[in-house]
């Protein structure tokens, strides 16, 4: 197998703030292949937006990357410095975000910014005119002579989504992070813009990082899925395997909770817990049913049961109980 | 604003915006002179060791010392004296005035904003009228078509601060009208008067208290600018733009008689913009969370 | 909506704020007790004679007449004779005007530079020292009384240190440039006067350092609190995402975002400046607008302070309105409002 695209080795990133420090991820394992479209799964404060943005290396002043790797074929991005960085973002390394109208800057041109792209890569002029042009055709977008001197507020969250994924991928990167992309639209357009993702990168050869909370979602466009709960990666697998098979209490829970016709609402008991003072041992003990001794100690680590199959619960260590 | 934010206004009461507000150097500070002047205000005339109106031609122009800490102005007297009576001077002033536009900002903007419609287009054009103007000249008009003293000083700068507080009050009743919760007290049949003093004025009140602090210091200087070009306090009043005024004929070697004063009006205005601005951020901090 | 739409909308707007001008000053002057006429004649004056001007001056019309008149002949430029002067008041305004416009602009100019690279750089390099020695920068700044600024800049840096000239536009022996704009600067360049523009330079730059400090703290206030406010935005992050320059992030997405209430400020700090130089003219001994204006309110120069404050709203109001315009350039949404 050849080696991953991306891969984030034991990540904890922590940000001081003025009520504390909010261990915002606890050694988080993620791989992502070439040409593979894997999602990140997780309520809101799991941590899949922070991770995200540690792997661009865009989070705020306050945060510190205390620990862990990622290496991006084969190169640690924590070790580069800021002009190597640069240089990465957009061409090698692209993102997506959840507004897109609020994603944009709001007095300059589309076409403006969609050239920013290619200009900060050194492509200018009119040959960068034309691969706008034609990126904006290819996204689905009509008339882009005229789109290109229009401004965000104008495009509808759809149009302006389709946007931000032609500026994304101008300079053809090798991993594309979607962070909620489709989240803010309506659902009709959500499906549009999902399909337009997986058409653009089949035919790119880009490998896709999506992130939603979302589990439909993430079933429809989905290679892989890695499943995470207050600041790590609890369980990894592909689509079928997680969705037919989960291993992790949480991920069953979660499953579990998707509402069904003819069935009485499930809920996962409790809360999500707070960052300023995360639970000891494994952060989902107080949740979880099978919770055992162990589980309030010590921090399960991400193991590999089978070829792929990647699960952080004590119940699956050599020796534990099993399922 | 969201109910979010309607809640945690009521979650802010006044020894916890006292408690935020001390605890920034600015605030602390600003706190601390205010505290101060409030003091002089109060008891200054007691402590003054001279009579402030008292002339003494064999005295005039003597340099700061220990009999005349301030040192004694053209005519004499003591300015250590009349820096201190003009605390209360001033400081009346400055209360008085934002104690009137605020109260006359506020009412108009609450009326205007919350019923719309042909009084608020006249309130806002009204406005615009007085905005054309620079404060000062405006309030020089004003002063000097009443006349030089105190209570016209007063009733020119309140003409020209309440639109302040009438837009600002406007803006935030605007915002505050369209939330839902007024929908549903109407609904249950509450009168406008009550949907007004319950729930729309506690919203615009911390606005209106952030202005306020601030504003006293914009009408110190205001009051002493008016002052010093003669159209606001007459002599022999120990005001303390009137008493740079006079110093300024001697400003080359007897430097005392203008500084002092000068330094007085500089530091109250300090005060009170520090205390301001510590107390917007205080609000600013709970409320942005 | 597009621009020129805008741009016609707030002319219309600036022309009926123009008209409650005219109202407002006109009813201030008819408010102002002190009889004009007495002022000039005594009191010893016989009636019939206070009667006669009373009667030339169109005093004793009805008071709509009267508003009507004023109205026709402020349009015609006419804005009355000056007590003190004895001149039309207009050609007073137009002669003073100049000096106090070289003393705001110098200021302005002082204080755009200062304050906003001062309210950017404390923005952007948030909690460091420099941050913290502009916010008392700021502080002190909108605290001080300028006209005893004024003084004390004066006493130390001309009477004690002798760095600086003293009051007055120009040395005093020095014969000024022919005036053709009535801006020293100006005009002693056009008439290729270095050593008069050198002395104007000089004998500018306490006054406009006086009035700058105001303006730069008023500025790099809002500057610095504009700055964080963009910084935080979505579209900061994508451009960051973009692999942009920082260098170009900060200017196109930061700084130009931020512009639109920082050219708001400078709209009112003009207003401020005004003021300023009406309390620190006299203190320079600067011929212009504001020592003029203080000394017609003082002598309840009836037709001066009329002049004087319509004069000065009108230029305040076209400063707003260039404000405006620059804004609904600097926004694209401000025009489809």
């Known amino acids: 197998m050849s080696s991953p695209l991306l891969e984030v080795r034991d990540l904890v990133v922590h940000f001081y703030t003025r009520e504390g420090v909010v261990k915002a991820l606890d050694g988080v394992m993620l791989s992502v292949g070439r040409g593979e479209i894997v999602s990140l799964v997780g309520e809101t404060g799991s941590g899949k937006t922070v991770t995200a943005l540690s792997i661009m290396r865009l989070l705020d002043h306050n945060a510190r990357i205390l620990r862990g790797e990622i290496l991006f074929e084969g190169r640690d991005l924590l070790q580069l410095s800021e002009e190597e960085m640069r240089r990465i973002r957009g061409r090698e390394i692209s993102m997506i975000f959840q507004e897109p109208k609020s994603a944009l800057n709001p007095i300059l041109t589309v076409g403006f910014q969609l050239q920013e792209a290619l200009e900060a890569h050194g492509e200018e002029g009119e040959k960068a005119l034309q691969r706008v042009l034609s990126m904006l055709k290819k996204v689905g977008l009509p008339d882009p002579e005229r789109l290109v001197n229009r401004y965000p507020h104008e495009l509808s969250g759809g149009m302006a989504q389709r946007v931000m994924i032609a500026m994304a991928l101008l300079m053809r990167p090798k991993l594309l992070i979607a962070d909620e992309p489709t989240s803010a639209l309506d659902v009709t357009v959500q499906a549009q813009i999902l399909e337009l993702i997986q058409e653009l990168v089949r035919e790119l050869g880009t490998s896709v990082l999506f992130i939603t909370h979302d589990l439909g979602v993430a079933a429809e466009i989905s290679d892989r899925i890695a499943v995470m709960y207050a600041g790590t990666v609890v369980e990894q697998g592909s689509v079928y395997d997680i969705f037919e098979e989960p291993l992790h209490p949480y991920t069953r829970g979660l499953l579990a909770a998707i509402p069904r016709p003819g069935r009485d609402l499930v809920a996962i008991e409790g809360e999500v817990p707070s960052l300023l003072n995360p639970p000891s041992g494994c952060r989902f003990h107080p949740r979880c049913p099978a919770a055992m001794e162990a589980c309030k100690r010590v921090k399960p680590k991400l193991i590999e049961v089978e070829p792929g199959r990647l699960v952080a619960c004590h119940l699956y260590e050599v020796g534990g109980n099993g399922p | ?289 | ?337």
């Open chain 2, 1 to 289: 604003m969201s109910v979010e934010v309607a809640r945690r206004l009521s979650t802010l009461s006044t020894p916890l915006v006292a408690r935020l507000v001390l605890s920034s150097p600015t605030g602390l500070t600003g706190a601390v002179i205010v505290a101060g002047l409030l003091i002089l205000a109060l008891i200054g005339p007691a402590l003054a060791p001279y009579d402030p109106y008292r002339q003494d031609m064999s005295e005039r122009l003597m340099p700061p010392s220990w009999e005349h800490p301030f040192g004694t102005d053209q005519l004499g007297r003591d300015i250590l004296s009349r820096v201190l009576y003009g605390c209360r001077i001033s400081l009346s002033i400055a209360f008085l005035v934002v104690a009137i536009s605020a109260t006359i900002g506020l009412l108009l903007g609450l009326i205007s904003g919350y019923f719309g419609g042909l009084v608020d287009e006249a309130l806002m054009r009204v406005t615009d009228l007085f905005f054309a103007f620079p404060r000062l000249i405006l309030a020089m008009a004003v002063a000097a078509a009443l006349g030089p003293s105190i209570v016209n000083t007063m009733l020119a700068i309140a003409t020209v601060s309440w639109p302040v507080y009438a837009r600002l009050v406007r803006a935030c009743v605007l915002q505050v009208r369209s939330e839902t919760y007024i929908e549903a007290a109407r609904a249950i049949g509450a009168g406008h008067a009550r949907i007004l003093f319950k729930h729309v004025l506690p919203m615009v009140v911390h606005v209106v208290l952030v202005q306020a602090t601030l504003d006293l210091g914009s009408v110190i200087l205001l009051a002493a600018g008016l002052s010093f070009i003669g159209l606001g306090a007459p002599p022999p009043t120990p005001e303390w733009g009137l008493m740079v005024s006079e110093g300024r004929l001697y400003i080359r070697s007897q430097w005392w008689v203008s500084t002092f004063p000068g330094l007085a009006i500089m530091i109250s205005a300090l005060g009170f913009n520090m205390l301001g601005d510590a107390l917007r951020d205080a609000f600013d901090v709970r409320l942005r969370r």
């Open chain 3, 1 to 337: 909506m597009d621009l020129r739409a805008y741009v016609l909308r707030r002319l219309a707007l600036t022309t009926l704020v123009l008209f409650g001008v005219l109202i407002v000053t006109f009813l201030l002057s008819h408010v102002i007790p002190a009889d004009p006429i007495g002022a000039i004649l005594g009191p010893q004056a016989p009636p019939e004679l206070v009667e006669k001007l009373r009667h030339e001056w169109g005093l004793d019309k009805p008071l709509h007449e009267q508003f009507v008149d004023y109205v026709c002949r402020a349009l015609r430029g006419d804005l009355g004779r000056s007590i003190r002067t004895n001149r039309p008041v207009l050609q007073d305004l137009l002669e003073f005007f100049p000096a106090t416009l070289e003393l705001a602009t110098a200021s302005l100019i002082l204080g755009v530079l200062v304050g906003v690279s001062l309210g950017t750089i404390s923005a952007l390099r948030r909690g460091s020292w420099i941050d913290h020695v502009a916010r008392v920068f700021v502080t002190l700044g909108v605290s001080t009384p300028v006209f005893w600024l004024g003084l004390i800049m004066l006493m130390v840096f001309y009477y004690r240190l002798g760095w600086l000239p003293g009051p007055g536009r120009l040395d005093p022996y020095m014969t000024p440039p022919p005036r053709i704009t009535g801006l020293i600067l100006l005009d002693s360049l056009l008439a290729g006067r270095l050593d008069a523009f050198y002395s104007a330079l000089r004998h500018l730059a306490m006054p406009a350092t006086v009035l700058g400090w105001y303006a730069a703290a008023g500025i790099a206030r809002i500057t610095r609190s504009s700055v964080l406010e963009v910084m935080r935005r979505e579209h900061v992050r994508t451009a960051r995402a973009k692999g942009l320059l920082e260098r170009l992030v900060v200017l196109r997405h930061i700084l130009r975002n931020a512009l639109m209430p920082i050219v708001t400020v400078i709209g009112t700090t003009y207003g401020g400046l005004l003021e300023g130089a009406v309390l620190t003219e006299t203190i320079f001994a600067w011929p212009g607008l504001g020592r003029y204006s203080t000394g017609a309110f003082l002598y309840l120069d009836f037709m001066a302070v009329m002049g004087t404050t319509l004069f000065i709203a009108v230029i305040y109001s076209l400063v707003n309105l260039a404000v405006d315009l620059v804004y609904a350039y600097l926004d694209p949404r401000v025009r489809y409002g």
